[in-house]
């Protein structure tokens, strides 16, 4: 597949000054003076990411973002301006769907970060709206490299999640969507820097802020993928605490729809016996013990006891029972 990036702005000097700072990396730049041109130059092209300047003569950016969407709706659309207000931001998040706001003028470092993440956010709703089981469980792993301490992490989910999906006797496509949000529930990290993900330490107030957005951003990416509704509830909810304390959205008790709860488990007890940064990993008895305090604060003390009876007496390995 070809990236191609679509820079648009009615300033040609701008457009140079693009084409200069893309020129080292591995895509094909395509520029227009006008929001007439690009949609010209979308007809006849396939566009990974588009780059448009809000402030232009005959059609802003906002409204040019609006028919954009309905010319190629997985073109992931990031808005370029000099007039950095509150107002334009919500309209071009909320009219045209863009991914990220940038103000002139820009960092070359952190503009190129962004139009890199744009690319990566492409290419996963693309490969994910084609997908079968093999793609999901490719595209979980790919995100798990940005990560070196969370290797292997979607799959031991996906393990503990399943068995506790067939212990409560789930149908087999919930079973099935259960796995498939396992695997999936981190991809909005796609979109969170590795000096985040791999810091050592106790990570800022700010630094959290944009680890917890990798719920919405996933979520943003699983909708256009247009996946089972319940894939997306994983995604979103896998970090809602069953006292109210979570987020995004601070859902409480059985607020959490049942396949967050299971995957939530999932997710703290793999934390909790793997080394992390800030961490390092606790025995099976350890963590046990963790996992039955966080009952009713953390997590569903249902679904914890449930977890718990899948271990065999005496043995750390999570087996069903016979």
Not at 157 to 181: C, D, F, H, S, T
Not at 183 to 203: F, M, R
Not at 210 to 225: D, F, L, P, T, Y
Request: net charge negative.
């Amino acid at each position: 597949m070809v990236n191609t990036l679509l820079c648009i702005d009615d300033e040609p000097h701008i457009l140079n000054s693009l084409k200069r700072l893309f020129n080292d990396l591995d895509l094909q730049v395509l520029t227009a003076t006008s929001a007439f041109q690009a949609m010209e130059v979308m007809q006849r092209h396939l566009i990974s990411v588009i780059l448009c300047d809000n402030c232009m003569h005959g059609m802003t950016g906002i409204e040019f973002f609006q028919r954009a969407k309905e010319i190629s709706p997985e073109s992931v659309r990031i808005m370029l301006t000099g007039h950095a207000d509150v107002k334009s931001a919500i309209d071009a998040i909320n009219r045209g769907e863009v991914y990220r706001f940038i103000t002139k003028p820009w960092d070359d470092n952190e503009l190129r970060d962004v139009i890199l993440n744009a690319f990566n956010r492409y290419q996963v709703i693309h490969s994910l709206k084609r997908a079968d089981e093999a793609t999901l469980r490719s595209l979980a792993q790919t995100v798990e490299l940005k990560d070196h301490y969370t290797r292997g992490h979607c799959d031991r989910v996906a393990n503990y999640a399943m068995k506790i999906a067939v212990a409560l006797n789930l149908p087999e496509e919930m079973q099935r969507y259960i796995k498939y949000g396992s695997w999936l529930h981190d991809i909005g990290k796609i979109g969170v820097p590795e000096s985040i993900l791999n810091y050592c330490g106790l990570l800022s107030q700010d630094q959290m802020e944009v680890i917890k957005n990798h719920c919405s951003w996933g979520v943003e990416v699983a909708r256009q993928a247009q996946l089972p509704e319940t894939v997306i509830r994983i995604i979103l909810y896998h970090h809602e605490r069953y006292d109210g304390n979570g987020y995004p959205v601070g859902l409480k008790g059985n607020e959490i729809p049942l396949e967050a709860r299971i995957v939530s488990v999932s997710d703290i007890y793999d934390a909790l016996t793997t080394d992390r940064p800030y961490q390092i990993k606790s025995t099976h008895a350890k963590a046990s013990e963790y996992l039955m305090s966080f009952k009713t604060k953390a997590c569903d003390p249902y679904i914890v006891d449930i977890f718990m009876d899948l271990f065999t007496e005496g043995n750390d390995e999570c087996s069903l029972p016979a």
